[in-house]
C-alpha cells in the first residue's frame, strides 16, 4: 500500500533564488515528491507548525529527475537531480543580458520523471546585482533571527513549534540591512546574501520570514542536511563565502555573522585569503564563553586593517557603519 500511495504523489520542483552576472547564472532547486507543505500563515496554530516542519523533513526526494533550465537569452541547459533531490546548474549566457534586471528570471521544467500531476514547472529568481558599491555577507541563525543555535532544545523548540510569522528577528537588523543595501549614498542596491548552516528542508521557511520582517531578500546558501554533511557547517560557509567572491571579483563585501557557532573564525580566514576585499566584520555576541577567542581574532584582524566589531545589539554595528561611510542615516528608519 505504501509504494502505490508513494507513486501516486505527485512530483514537485522547486527552485531556490540563485545569484550571478550577467554572462553566468548560478541556480539551484530541488525535485521532491508532493509534501503536502503550506506556506506559513499568520494565524497558524503550533500543530499547524509542527505538522509543517515535519513534512519539511519527511520529504521524498527525487534523485535522477532530469531538469532543464533556461533563461532570457542562450539554450536550455540540463542537470540531474543527485541522491538528496538537488540540483545545481550554471548557465553560461552567449551574450549578457540586456540590462540586467536586479533579479533575472529563470524557467525551469522537470522533463523526467513524466508525471500527470504536480508542479512540472518553476520560475527562479536569479540576483544580478547591478553597479553595487559592496555586498553584505550574512549569516542568519542567531544573527538575523533568533534560534539559539548554541542550545540543542531551544533550537528545536523554536524551529519546531514557530513559523515565518511567530519567528522573531533581532531589534534593528531590518532598518540596518536596508540601510547597508542603499549603501553609501542611499541610492545603490547591494545585494545581500544568506550563508546559513539551516538545512534546505528550511528554505521556504526562511524566505517567506525575511520578506515578513522586511529584511531585503537574497539568495539563501543553505545546507544540505544529510547526516553525510552534519559535520561540514564551517566548510559549508566557507565554501559559500568563496564562491561568491570569486563570482564578482572586484566587489568588496561587508560581514556579518555571530560568535555563536565558527563565523569569527571563518570569517578571519575569508579576510587573510582575500586581502582589501572585507570593508569590516560585525559579530553578533551571544556567547559569552567566546570573547577572548573572538577578541583574538579582532586583534589579529585590526593589524590585516580591517576591524571586527562584537556587540550583543545591533546599535554598535549601525553607529560603525555610519561612522565609516557604509550607510547614510536618511537611510535608516525613524524608529531608532
Same mark, same amino acid.
Given at each position: 500500500?505504501?509504494?502505490? /500511495?508513494? /507513486?501516486?504523489?505527485?512530483?514537485?520542483?522547486?527552485?531556490?533564488? *540563485?545569484?550571478?552576472?550577467?554572462?553566468?547564472?548560478?541556480?539551484?532547486?530541488?525535485?521532491?515528491?508532493?509534501?503536502?507543505?503550506?506556506?506559513?500563515?499568520?494565524?497558524?496554530?503550533?500543530?499547524?507548525?509542527?505538522?509543517?516542519?515535519?513534512?519539511?523533513?519527511?520529504?521524498?526526494?527525487?534523485?535522477?529527475?532530469?531538469?532543464?533550465?533556461?533563461?532570457?537569452?542562450?539554450?536550455?541547459?540540463?542537470?540531474?537531480?543527485? $541522491?538528496?533531490?538537488?540540483?545545481?546548474?550554471?548557465?553560461?549566457?552567449?551574450?549578457?543580458?540586456?540590462?540586467?534586471?536586479?533579479? $533575472?528570471?529563470?524557467?525551469? $521544467?522537470?522533463?523526467?520523471?513524466?508525471?500527470?500531476?504536480? +508542479?512540472?514547472?518553476?520560475? *527562479?529568481?536569479?540576483?544580478?546585482? /547591478? #553597479?553595487?558599491?559592496?555586498?553584505?555577507?550574512?549569516?542568519? #541563525?542567531?544573527?538575523?533571527?533568533?534560534?539559539?543555535?548554541?542550545?540543542?532544545?531551544?533550537?528545536?523548540? !523554536?524551529?519546531?513549534?514557530?513559523?515565518?510569522? +511567530?519567528?522573531?528577528?533581532?531589534?534593528?537588523?531590518?532598518?540596518?540591512?536596508?540601510?547597508?543595501?542603499?549603501?553609501?549614498?542611499?541610492?545603490?542596491?547591494?545585494?545581500?546574501?544568506?550563508?546559513?548552516?539551516?538545512?534546505?528542508?528550511?528554505?521556504?521557511?526562511?524566505? #517567506?520570514?525575511? =520578506?515578513?520582517?522586511?529584511?531585503?531578500?537574497?539568495?539563501?546558501?543553505?545546507?544540505?542536511?544529510?547526516?553525510?554533511?552534519?559535520?561540514?557547517?564551517? +566548510?559549508?560557509?566557507?565554501?559559500?563565502?568563496?564562491? !561568491?567572491?570569486?563570482?564578482?571579483?572586484?566587489?568588496?563585501?561587508?560581514?556579518?555573522?555571530?560568535?555563536?557557532?565558527?563565523?569569527?573564525?571563518?570569517?578571519?580566514?575569508?579576510?587573510?585569503?582575500?586581502?582589501?576585499?572585507?570593508?569590516? &566584520?560585525?559579530?553578533? =555576541? &551571544?556567547?559569552?564563553? /567566546?570573547?577572548?577567542?573572538?577578541?583574538?581574532?579582532?586583534?589579529?584582524?585590526?593589524?590585516?586593517?580591517?576591524?571586527?566589531?562584537?556587540?550583543?545589539?545591533?546599535?554598535?554595528?549601525?553607529?560603525?557603519?555610519?561612522?565609516? *561611510?557604509?550607510?547614510?542615516?536618511?537611510?535608516?528608519?525613524?524608529?531608532?
Amino acid at each position: 500500500a505504501m509504494t502505490a /500511495r508513494r /507513486r501516486r504523489r505527485h512530483v514537485e520542483l522547486h527552485a531556490f533564488r *540563485g545569484y550571478g552576472t550577467p554572462t553566468r547564472l548560478l541556480v539551484r532547486g530541488r525535485v521532491l515528491r508532493a509534501s503536502g507543505l503550506t506556506r506559513s500563515r499568520l494565524g497558524d496554530s503550533v500543530v499547524d507548525n509542527l505538522r509543517n516542519m515535519f513534512r519539511r523533513f519527511e520529504s521524498d526526494e527525487v534523485p535522477g529527475a532530469l531538469v532543464a533550465a533556461r533563461a532570457a537569452v542562450g539554450d536550455a541547459v540540463r542537470a540531474t537531480t543527485d $541522491e538528496e533531490g538537488y540540483f545545481e546548474l550554471v548557465l553560461d549566457l552567449p551574450r549578457p543580458l540586456e540590462e540586467p534586471r536586479v533579479w $533575472e528570471p529563470v524557467e525551469f $521544467e522537470l522533463l523526467e520523471p513524466a508525471t500527470r500531476a504536480g +508542479t512540472t514547472h518553476a520560475t *527562479g529568481q536569479v540576483l544580478v546585482p /547591478r #553597479d553595487p558599491q559592496y555586498a553584505v555577507i550574512s549569516d542568519l #541563525d542567531d544573527t538575523v533571527l533568533h534560534s539559539h543555535a548554541t542550545s540543542l532544545w531551544q533550537m528545536a523548540k !523554536l524551529t519546531l513549534l514557530h513559523n515565518a510569522h +511567530t519567528r522573531l528577528p533581532f531589534e534593528g537588523v531590518a532598518g540596518f540591512y536596508q540601510a547597508l543595501q542603499r549603501g553609501r549614498d542611499g541610492e545603490a542596491y547591494n545585494p545581500v546574501f544568506y550563508v546559513s548552516n539551516s538545512p534546505w528542508n528550511l528554505y521556504d521557511l526562511l524566505e #517567506d520570514f525575511l =520578506d515578513v520582517h522586511g529584511i531585503p531578500r537574497g539568495p539563501l546558501l543553505l545546507r544540505d542536511w544529510s547526516l553525510r554533511t552534519l559535520k561540514a557547517g564551517e +566548510t559549508h560557509k566557507l565554501a559559500a563565502i568563496q564562491a !561568491l567572491l570569486d563570482t564578482y571579483p572586484g566587489l568588496q563585501v561587508v560581514l556579518v555573522g555571530d560568535c555563536g557557532e565558527r563565523d569569527p573564525e571563518i570569517y578571519r580566514q575569508v579576510v587573510l585569503g582575500h586581502p582589501g576585499r572585507v570593508l569590516a &566584520v560585525y559579530v553578533r =555576541d &551571544v556567547a559569552p564563553g /567566546r570573547h577572548d577567542a573572538v577578541r583574538a581574532i579582532a586583534a589579529e584582524l585590526a593589524g590585516h586593517g580591517v576591524e571586527l566589531v562584537l556587540s550583543p545589539d545591533t546599535e554598535a554595528a549601525r553607529r560603525h557603519a555610519l561612522d565609516r *561611510g557604509l550607510i547614510v542615516a536618511a537611510a535608516l528608519p525613524d524608529d531608532r
